[in-house]
């Protein structure tokens, strides 16, 4: 059967959980006698960077650079370049590429990776499945000005079968979108950091910390984390909190600075490894998001064995389990009490470590890949 995966996601997201998920689903980590294609002619992703079968994306990408003008670097070469490729649509050409694998008619099964609708009028016959991986744009619309919701509505009436990351998702696309539950299917992603191929890194870290992992968009929720922390961090110097994702914005220095705790914050840029370093030596991760289509940074906590405080809303608690203490994330309160109890246990901290490996076993991507195979079957 002869499967194809267009370019959408990996042309915008250098790294990120989308891309991943499929990455890992046309990089199956086991044999499959499915012909598995990716429409993509120019990308920056790293995840198809590191991909035995499709790396040579990234080469031609990073080759068109080298041998640009001449084939060798000289003063100003990249300044050129970048004016250059501003004149050209990468955006199109994927697209085009895209379009054009469709026609060709050697399609059984089509699988967007997001929402633009570029290819209805060139499908004809061939079954299309579509991927919801949350409803933020719909349950959180002050936050967003774009025509996600339009696009992605448009593309669940005319899939032939959606695909929800989880219960939750799948219940807000039946509630928000009226979409009968016989159309969709639930399959469940996994964790994206892997032990085995884990490389020690040397990252100068604080004895104790608390770590807030991705963006701090307002839905995540940061805010409320903030203000209720700070009473712990200004009683006990000694204990920091570390960031990923983007680096602190001046109106969030001016915070830490107001409440006297600047010094109790470190912002760090974190690769697979150091990231598996940060939540492995991290006293708890605490991801007090109000909504999640998933929440794929859960099961990596599980994985490096940190304890888990999560919220009590949405996916979250589907993928828990018993595994997390889960607070209300609208009380601040609420969120103090349970991060003040985890930093002052070691014997807490150590009972969800263990119940975190017990539950990282019901999620992996074998599972998750085999599901998705098996659905394409079917259509």
């Known amino acids: 059967m002869n499967i194809l995966y267009d370019h959408q996601i990996f042309e915008n997201q250098n790294i990120g959980g989308i891309s991943r998920y499929f990455y890992e689903l046309i990089n199956p980590g086991f044999k499959t006698n499915h012909n598995l ?13 590191q991909s035995d079968k499709y790396s040579y994306i990234f080469n031609n990408t990073e080759n068109h650079y080298k041998n640009f003008i001449l084939p060798f670097e000289f003063k100003g070469k990249h300044t050129i370049y970048s004016k250059y490729i501003s004149f050209i649509d990468y955006q199109n050409i994927n697209k085009n590429n895209s379009v054009r694998e469709l026609k060709k008619g050697k399609t059984d099964i089509f699988h967007p990776t997001y929402y633009d609708n570029y290819f209805i009028d060139n499908i004809g016959k061939i079954p ?11 349950k959180f619309v002050q936050y967003f000005a774009d025509n996600t919701t339009e696009l992605k509505k448009n593309l669940c009436k005319k899939a032939t079968k959606i695909i929800a990351i989880s ?68 009683s006990d110097k000694d204990l920091k909190v570390i960031c990923t994702g983007s680096n602190f914005s001046e109106k969030e220095i001016e915070l830490f600075k107001k409440s006297n705790i600047e010094d109790s914050f470190i912002h760090f840029y974190a690769n697979d ?17 109000l909504y999640e289509g998933f929440g794929i940074p859960t099961l990596e906590a599980f994985m490096a064995k940190c304890p888990v405080i999560l919220s009590n809303t949405s996916s979250m608690p589907e ?34 470590i263990t119940k975190g490996l017990e539950q990282l076993k019901k999620f992996n991507w074998e599972k998750c890949c085999k599901e998705h195979y098996t659905l394409y079957e079917k259509l």
Do not use: W
């Open 319 to 352: 993928v828990g389990g018993d595994a997390a203490i889960y607070i209300d994330p609208y009380n601040e309160n609420d969120i103090y009490e349970k991060i003040n109890s985890i930093v002052n246990s070691k014997a807490l901290r150590d009972e969800y």
């Open 37 to 49: 294609k990716l429409s993509l002619k120019k990308t920056h992703n790293l995840y198809i960077k």
């Open 167 to 234: 219960e939750s998702t799948k219940n807000d696309l039946v509630e928000l979108f009226k979409i009968e539950e016989s159309k969709i299917e639930v399959i469940y992603l996994a964790n994206s950091l892997n032990t085995s191929g884990y490389i020690k890194v040397n990252l100068k870290l604080p004895d104790r910390y608390i770590l807030f992992v991705g963006s701090r968009l307002a839905y995540k929720n940061f805010h409320r984390f903030y203000n209720s922390i700070i009473p712990i961090l200004q």
């Open 128 to 138: 299309f499945v579509l991927t919801v991986y949350d409803m933020i744009h719909e």
């Open 273 to 289: 490894n150091e990231l598996f370093e940060l939540y492995k030596n991290a006293l708890c991760f605490v991801f007090p998001s």
